[in-house]
């Protein structure tokens, strides 16, 4: 579960040297005004694509409502209401409920990726370039805990509005998954009953509780 929320980064998010002072410094006021502008909206929902190397695109959305959240991947759905996190897999028709503890996730969750890298990432503006008429800033982040499977990470934010394009994520592996956010909608009306699991909705699911 992890590892997928990692991917949605969400979320959803370097080392270079003087330059690397002011890169580190261009760097962060990029993802500070990123930070900020999805920290404003009151709620969000963003489908992207995603693909890894030589794989299939699938697609896949994210809605966040204060500290509640939906993922929906090709394989798996994770939600939480804020009290128990639950993960569906899609191929053993399972579930599984536990606790929810956003401190245990940290900044992986869905919650709090927009403040990833202001604790355990190195970060550095990596230049800019054109896509479609729209100017990207492109900032890379790599963790500084040595025992991380990633790599590092390259994000893609809107130069003019400082969302969030695309990421690319490298593992120690050299493997690499790239999304594209394909849809962004900010400030919508979502029902709540949206971040708590119902059986009703997956006939024959098998139920694991572990509260």
Same mark, same amino acid.
């Given at each position: 579960?992890?590892?997928?929320?990692?991917?949605?980064?969400?979320?959803?998010? #370097?080392?270079? /040297?003087?330059?690397?002072? *002011?890169?580190?410094?261009?760097? #962060?006021?990029?993802?500070?005004?990123?930070?900020?502008? %999805?920290?404003?909206?009151?709620?969000?929902?963003?489908?992207?694509?995603?693909?890894?190397? /030589?794989?299939?695109?699938? *697609?896949?959305?994210?809605?966040?409502?204060?500290?509640?959240?939906?993922?929906?991947?090709?394989?798996?759905?994770?939600?939480?209401?804020?009290?128990?996190?639950?993960?569906?897999? @899609?191929?053993?028709?399972?579930?599984?409920?536990?606790? %929810?503890?956003?401190?245990?996730?940290?900044?992986?969750?869905?919650?709090?990726? %927009?403040?990833?890298?202001?604790? /355990?990432? @190195?970060?550095?503006?990596?230049?800019?370039?054109?896509?479609? /008429?729209?100017?990207?800033?492109?900032?890379?982040?790599?963790?500084?805990? !040595?025992? !991380?499977?990633?790599?590092?990470?390259?994000?893609?934010?809107?130069?003019?509005?400082?969302?969030?394009?695309?990421? @690319?994520?490298?593992?120690?592996?050299?493997? !690499?998954?790239?999304?594209?956010?394909?849809?962004?909608?900010?400030?919508?009306?979502?029902?709540?009953?949206?971040?708590?699991?119902?059986?009703?909705?997956?006939?024959?699911?098998?139920?694991?509780?572990?509260?």
């Amino acid at each position: 579960m992890t590892k997928q929320i990692s991917l949605l980064i969400g979320l959803l998010f #370097l080392i270079l /040297g003087n330059g690397y002072a *002011q890169d580190e410094k261009k760097a #962060l006021a990029v993802l500070d005004a990123m930070s900020n502008r %999805y920290q404003s909206f009151t709620s969000y929902k963003a489908t992207f694509t995603y693909s890894s190397q /030589g794989g299939r695109p699938a *697609q896949g959305e994210a809605t966040v409502k204060g500290g509640k959240f939906y993922l929906k991947m090709a394989d798996q759905e994770v939600l939480s209401d804020g009290k128990v996190l639950a993960t569906y897999l @899609k191929e053993s028709n399972e579930v599984t409920l536990q606790d %929810y503890n956003e401190d245990e996730i940290g900044d992986l969750s869905p919650t709090r990726i %927009y403040q990833a890298y202001k604790q /355990g990432y @190195k970060y550095a503006f990596m230049g800019e370039t054109q896509v479609n /008429g729209r100017t990207y800033e492109n900032v890379r982040l790599t963790p500084t805990a !040595s025992n !991380s499977p990633i790599s590092n990470v390259e994000l893609q934010i809107d130069k003019a509005d400082k969302s969030i394009k695309g990421w @690319k994520i490298f593992s120690k592996g050299n493997e !690499s998954t790239q999304f594209t956010v394909t849809q962004f909608q900010s400030n919508i009306a979502v029902n709540d009953n949206l971040f708590t699991f119902d059986a009703k909705r997956f006939p024959g699911v098998e139920v694991i509780d572990l509260r």
